[in-house]
């Protein structure tokens, strides 16, 4: 979501993968200070870095190197760019960061799609969403056409669940046995994850 609304809507989108940068290069792991940062961005960016309202730097994993956490609100302060920070398992990053900026930094959570998500997902509009939610509210039933598919989209949801990478391979293939093969990796990856992170 982070990357598709970033190149919708800055001309300028800078992608750090840090869990990557920890594993190869390590450009970002020993910055002291903002032009430290800076300078190691402009490596890794160059011709990308544009102005405060047209460039978004998202620091992708940034729970493997805490330090840029505290850095957040030195560049926030110095309003050169936009900045988004994720992670996986962020939580744990910030209660073992030495000093979190507060106030400096606005957390949003990500959960997976809920039903009403899934409907959009599968090409429902505004209009039929606040129709069906008419009825519910006002007791009304659905014809049975329309129950049917209701309730056949739900099974599915079930089956698929909300996590944006298997309602898409749903959607675009609509093959159970891909959909599986993604939730199965995504299980793997949050363990794996989790793993490094055990005290």
Do not use: C
């Amino acid at each position: 979501m982070i990357r598709h609304m970033g190149q919708k809507h800055f001309k300028n989108y800078i992608e750090v993968n840090l869990w990557e940068d920890s594993l190869n290069s390590r450009l970002f792991a020993d910055v002291k200070n903002v032009d430290d940062f800076y300078l190691r961005l402009s490596m890794f960016a160059g011709n990308k870095m544009g102005d405060a309202k047209d460039t978004l730097v998202f620091l992708d994993e940034i729970q493997e190197y805490p330090h840029l956490l505290t850095l957040l609100k030195f560049l926030k302060q110095g309003d050169r760019f936009t900045y988004i920070a994720s992670g996986s398992l962020l939580g744990i990053a910030l209660a073992k960061t030495s000093s979190i900026p507060i106030g400096s930094i606005e957390t949003e959570h990500m959960y997976p799609l809920d039903f009403e998500e899934f409907l959009w997902a599968n090409g429902f509009n505004e209009f039929s969403i606040q129709g069906i939610r008419n009825r519910f509210l006002s007791k009304a039933g659905l014809d049975e056409p329309m129950h049917a598919k209701m309730m056949d989209l739900f099974k599915k949801y079930l089956l698929i669940g909300g996590m944006p990478d298997a309602v898409n391979m749903f959607i675009q293939e609509s093959n159970i046995v891909k959909v599986r093969k993604i939730q199965s990796d995504i299980k793997e990856f949050y363990a794996i994850d989790a793993s490094k992170h055990d005290a």
